[in-house]
């Protein structure tokens, strides 16, 4: 075989190699792509499913604190209630001195008998004004007793202003035809929410005399 064929030859062999090494390679480079691409598209997931993750944690989260404030307000006031339940409220009161009372003047009581589960506060604007007015919700036992000369007089226990009971004193007379004194008493039983009022005042259109003594006025929270 002549040189120059056996060189051509050669040529086209080493030709053929390397284009079939590119080829190879090729195949390989576009597989090591194609994995690339893959492995590119899974982390792309990975990143969307622990974004969406990350986000339902911190609603978890969120919604951890807001049932935990929930359930501690739950707590305080069922702590409230129970103290309502549990505490103790009482009030009796006398009349201080011999008065006339006009008619819709709030009878005042402000010789104080007994006095519990009562502020310093609303004690002090009771014994001034007359009126009671409710810290602790509960249902109370109220009772009063009114002691006067006066003929017929009535007088009406309010809650907020409504009515809820009247007293009536009949008339007395002794064997001289005297008028006496008389006395009388109310009982009534209602629910009190916080701020609700209670008070004493005559009925009709008469100025009532009071003993001072034997009036008095009983509050006294049962449940």
Do not use: W
Not at 48 to 62: G, I, N, P, V, Y
Not at 122 to 130: C, D, P, R
Request: hydrophobic share 35%; net charge neutral.
């Amino acid at each position: 075989m002549p040189l120059r064929e056996i060189i051509n030859t050669t040529v086209e062999c080493k030709l053929d190699e390397k284009l079939k090494e590119d080829i190879v390679s090729s195949q390989v480079f576009g597989n090591v792509n194609n994995k690339f691409d893959s492995l590119q598209n899974q982390m792309n997931e990975f990143k969307q499913d622990f974004a969406t993750l990350r986000k339902e944690m911190e609603e978890l989260k969120k919604l951890t604190n807001t049932v935990s404030i929930e359930n501690k307000d739950i707590a305080e006031k069922l702590e409230g209630l129970n103290a309502n339940v549990n505490s103790r409220v009482a009030l009796s009161a006398c009349g201080a001195s011999y008065t006339s009372i006009s008619p819709k003047t709030t009878v005042t009581f402000s010789n104080i008998i007994t006095s519990e589960g009562i502020t310093n506060q609303y004690l002090t604007s009771f014994k001034s004004s007359g009126v009671f007015v409710c810290e602790v919700p509960g249902l109370y036992h109220i009772s009063v007793v009114i002691m006067s000369p006066a003929n017929g007089a009535y007088l009406k226990i309010y809650k907020n202003n409504n009515k809820l009971i009247r007293l009536y004193i009949d008339s007395y007379y002794d064997d001289g035809h005297r008028q006496e004194y008389h006395s009388n008493a109310a009982i009534v039983v209602t629910e009190l929410q916080k701020d609700d009022t209670i008070d004493i005042k005559p009925g009709g259109n008469k100025d009532i005399y009071i003993h001072h003594t034997y009036s008095c006025l009983t509050i006294l929270k049962v449940k």
